[in-house]
């Protein structure tokens, strides 16, 4: 079926499923905390979910552990380091491991940055979404302006050399200029890496039942160009369609999705890809969402929601989906290593990419066009399984 000769690199990704309040754009599993947060239960559950997961990846290094939600934030330093040093006890981390947690500006007091800082993390996202306090409050945010300003000089303070601030454009009633100013307020804060992507309404979320007003696509297009350059000028280089990083400091672990690496989730609602090299297969699962439902069933099979074999197609298509979000594209080679198969099975969409000016093509990389980007969707549509 497949004809792996060597195994793509593993991530670890950690769900916490809790926040503060939901936000009415979020389509995450993220639940509404209403009680008192049961740490140790939930750090437990974590770690006999991995033990149950071990026999899976035995021998093979972690290059990356991401801590996302929910708000990951909301659980004590002394937690977040009870866990890393449990998975230092039965996992092989890479010499230069990437170890990112999302924190959420509302939930950081003074102190808690360097704290973390000492248990191991050496990566912050912050979720900042604008610096426009009317905004925040219309996007459900707990925090205010000097809230996400005092987040970012915390994690000056705390040392961490390299964290990202997430902000969103296309917000309710949102101006260019105003969408210039949050892209401003974020450079003057010197991080090195910055995640800046348009609100979409999702369904099942809040504004899809209610949705605001947002800017037309004309006026969107305005305020990406516009931003773009911005950001450009002060040597923030776009290396994915909503991700700029100074140079070096792009995010290990995301480049590993987009490069269709493997990883392994864990926590309520994680999902995980890994490929199996002796049976030649590429398996995904996904856990139970439902916090209580994983808290109860973190010990058994239980735990695990779903399960799926992909298939060549499925491989083809899931690899070319995150691929082409990156501005350079990737290696031939790459495709071969990480799917297991020749780049020749998707020549017939290739050549259709190739004839339309979407792509830049040769037997060595494959790129995608400033067209292709803009046009993104059409393009991947074009390596749908049954296209």
């Not at 769900?15 to 599993?29: A, E, G, L, S, T």
């Not at 552990?65 to 909301?74: D, E, R, Y």
């Not at 690899?319 to 799917?339: P, S, Y």
Request: hydrophobic share 35%; aromatic share 10%.
């Amino acid at each position: 079926m497949f004809n792996f000769t060597e195994l793509p690199p593993l991530s670890l990704y950690i769900h916490f499923p809790w926040c503060v309040q939901k936000c009415p754009y979020c389509d995450f599993n993220s639940h509404e905390l209403k009680t008192s947060l049961d740490e140790k239960n939930y750090i437990n559950a974590l770690i006999s979910d991995l033990e149950q997961e071990l026999p899976l990846f035995w021998g093979r290094s972690i290059s990356s552990i991401f801590m996302g939600g929910g708000t990951p934030s909301l659980f004590s330093p002394e937690s977040i380091d009870t866990l890393i040093s449990a998975l230092r006890a039965r996992l092989t981390f890479s010499p230069d491991i990437e170890i990112s947690m999302e924190a959420n500006p509302g939930t950081v007091e003074l102190g808690k940055f360097t704290e973390f800082s000492h248990a191991g993390i050496n990566r912050l996202s912050i979720g900042i979404q604008s610096f426009s306090d009317d905004k925040l409050q219309k996007l459900g945010r707990i925090h205010g302006r000097k809230e996400a300003i005092r987040a970012a000089e915390q994690a000056h303070d705390a040392g961490f050399n390299s964290f990202n601030l997430d902000l969103m454009y296309g917000l309710p009633n949102q101006s260019l200029q105003q969408a210039i100013e949050d892209v401003e307020t974020a450079i003057a804060l010197e991080p090195k890496h910055l995640s800046h992507y348009q609100l979409t309404i999702e369904p099942n979320t809040f504004f899809h039942h209610q949705p605001p007003t947002t800017p037309d696509d004309d006026h969107l297009w305005e305020i990406q160009l516009a931003c773009q350059e911005k950001l450009a000028k002060n040597s923030y280089a776009q290396y994915e369609i909503s991700a700029y990083a100074k140079e070096g400091a792009q995010c290990q672990h995301n480049l590993n999705y987009w490069q269709f690496g493997d990883y392994l989730g864990i926590g309520a609602g994680a999902h995980g890809k890994l490929t199996n090299a002796p049976e030649q297969i590429i398996n995904r699962s996904w856990k139970v969402k439902q916090p209580q439902d994983y808290l109860n069933n973190a010990i058994t099979d239980k735990r695990i929601s779903g399960r799926k074999t992909l298939s060549r197609n499925d491989a083809s298509f899931e690899f070319m989906m995150n691929a082409l979000r990156l501005n350079e594209g990737f290696e031939t080679e790459i495709f071969h290593r990480h799917v297991g198969l020749p780049i020749s099975v998707v020549e017939k969409a290739l050549k259709q990419a190739d004839e339309k000016n979407w792509i830049q093509w040769d037997l060595k990389k494959i790129k995608p066009t400033t067209t292709g980007r803009q046009y993104l969707n059409n393009l991947l549509e074009l390596f749908l399984p049954d296209n």
